[in-house]
């Protein structure tokens, strides 16, 4: 963590007092808490899909209320799994198919906060499908926008759930480099971004969020290894990261966080880890490890051809990770998808924001002029004592 300036008055020849402030940066950290899920156990013969184990979790979220944890699957298992606060399994919802509720792949998904509705992408068969908040299969939408599977690129499909505060669908459409704005009917009303590497551009829109403080558009660019943030209209207002492993760097980001301060939360994939950055992009911390074998050499995913989701070795200490890959953020949990081994981990944020000091635009002027010098103190000194009272 950086913090940008401390409070300073400094006094210039004219006999001016200036006062110079800036925003301090606030600290966040992360810690393992638990997980939810697990691996099917492939030696004993049970398979991706029995209840409680997960394929791929490329979809988290967590319901209001109830605080379930929802968790979409695929590699067959084609549902999503759903986990009480503590861990435990209820329920499934959907099964493979291309019917009404059903799903081949399912990849992204998110309540709406407005509705309480639940939307799940749907891979391969080209769609978002919508369920209420008991898991009751509703209608689906987008059906046949979005891209198939491009070349140089192991996903595709629906990537990314998110909504405004007018309870827009945002849904990233991963293939065609664009994100895809719905209304509450589940029209297409508009789009946003294009193919390239330019600002505003974007090549594998992952993770999709949008902040409730500003209605910025908050991007996983996975290919581009950055993040974009977009006003409602899609310009690119801030853009960070490239391809790397130092802190900043990615290797192609997948899921994407927005807190209430705007701290920006990224599940860097291959990388395995979560890097975690300030409202301006600057690097406060990161989470996680490759998953290593006995040998201390990282475990590499499983092959497109492979009959298992998972990696070999399994490596389950808290904070090991086969890539990471879809993100939740609920209060001061975060959750975060190991893709490669079949499970999600849960971590704590301890996000202690320092006390708001006015920017560093706010500069206050104050003219010291002969016998008026020491009045001229005690209202400065008024001032910033009035200011640090009003703030949060």
Do not use: C
């Given at each position: ?6 409070l300073?008055?400094a006094i210039a020849s004219t006999?001016y ?15 393992y ?7 099917a156990d492939?030696a004993n013969?049970?398979?991706?899909g ?10 988290i979220?967590?319901q209001?209320?109830t605080g ?5 699957g695929g590699?067959g298992?084609d549902r999503?799994?759903?986990f ?9 919802i959907?099964?493979t198919?291309s019917?009404?509720g059903q ?5 992204t998904?998110?309540?709406s ?6 939307y799940v992408?749907?891979v391969?068969?080209?769609r978002?499908?919508?369920?209420d908040s008991?898991?009751n299969?509703?209608?689906s939408?987008g059906?046949?926008?979005f ?5 140089g690129?192991?996903?595709?499909g629906?990537?990314?759930?998110t909504?405004?505060?007018?309870n827009?669908?945002?849904v ?9 704005k719905f209304n509450?009917?589940g029209?297409?009303?508009g789009?946003i971004g ?5 600002a505003?551009?974007?090549?594998g829109?992952a ?5 409730p403080n500003?209605?910025n558009?908050y991007?996983a660019d996975q290919?581009?290894n950055r ?9 690119s207002?801030?853009?960070?990261g490239k391809l ?5 760097e ?9 807190d209430?301060?705007d701290?920006?939360y ?7 880890r ?10 406060l911390t990161a989470?996680?490890q490759?998953?290593?074998n006995?040998s201390?050499e990282v475990v590499?995913?499983p092959?497109?051809?492979?009959s298992?989701p998972?990696?070999n070795?399994?490596?389950l200490?808290?904070g090991?990770?086969?890539w990471?890959g879809?993100?939740s953020l ?9 893709f490669?081994?079949g ?6 944020i301890d996000?202690?924001?320092s006390t708001r000091?006015?920017e560093?635009?706010?500069?206050w002027?104050l003219?010291?002029l002969?016998?008026?010098?020491v009045a001229?103190?005690?209202?400065m000194?008024?001032r910033?004592?009035a200011s640090?009272?009003?703030q949060?």
């Amino acid at each position: 963590m950086k913090a940008l300036k401390n409070l300073s008055i400094a006094i210039a020849s004219t006999g001016y007092f200036v006062l110079a402030a800036a925003t301090q940066a606030g600290a966040v950290s992360l810690t393992y808490n638990t997980s939810i899920g697990r691996p099917a156990d492939l030696a004993n013969g049970e398979i991706p899909g029995a209840p409680g184990t997960l394929a791929v979790p490329q979809g988290i979220t967590v319901q209001s209320g109830t605080g379930n944890i929802f968790i979409s699957g695929g590699r067959g298992a084609d549902r999503v799994d759903v986990f009480d606060s503590s861990g435990n399994y209820i329920k499934g919802i959907g099964s493979t198919g291309s019917g009404a509720g059903q799903f081949n792949e399912p990849s992204t998904l998110e309540f709406s906060s407005k509705t309480g509705n639940l939307y799940v992408g749907d891979v391969n068969n080209n769609r978002v499908n919508v369920f209420d908040s008991q898991g009751n299969y509703l209608n689906s939408i987008g059906q046949g926008q979005f891209g198939g599977l491009k070349e140089g690129r192991l996903f595709f499909g629906p990537s990314g759930v998110t909504f405004d505060q007018d309870n827009n669908v945002y849904v990233g459409d991963f293939s065609n480099d664009r994100i895809i704005k719905f209304n509450p009917n589940g029209e297409i009303v508009g789009s946003i971004g294009s193919s390239g590497t330019e600002a505003g551009q974007l090549q594998g829109p992952a993770g999709v969020r949008i902040s409730p403080n500003t209605g910025n558009i908050y991007v996983a660019d996975q290919f581009n290894n950055r993040v974009q943030v977009l006003d409602p209209e899609g310009k690119s207002l801030l853009s960070f990261g490239k391809l790397g492993n130092e802190p900043g760097e990615f290797n192609q980001p997948i899921g994407i966080e927005v807190d209430e301060n705007d701290n920006i939360y990224v599940a860097d994939s291959i990388n395995s880890r979560v890097q975690v950055f300030d409202k301006n992009g600057n690097f406060l911390t990161a989470y996680g490890q490759p998953a290593k074998n006995a040998s201390g050499e990282v475990v590499p995913p499983p092959a497109l051809d492979s009959s298992s989701p998972y990696g070999n070795p399994l490596d389950l200490e808290p904070g090991k990770f086969n890539w990471t890959g879809g993100t939740s953020l609920k209060g001061d949990k975060l959750y975060v998808g190991d893709f490669f081994q079949g499970r999600v981990q849960v971590l704590d944020i301890d996000n202690t924001q320092s006390t708001r000091i006015p920017e560093a635009s706010s500069v206050w002027g104050l003219a010291v002029l002969g016998t008026f010098a020491v009045a001229g103190k005690l209202t400065m000194f008024r001032r910033i004592r009035a200011s640090h009272s009003t703030q949060i």
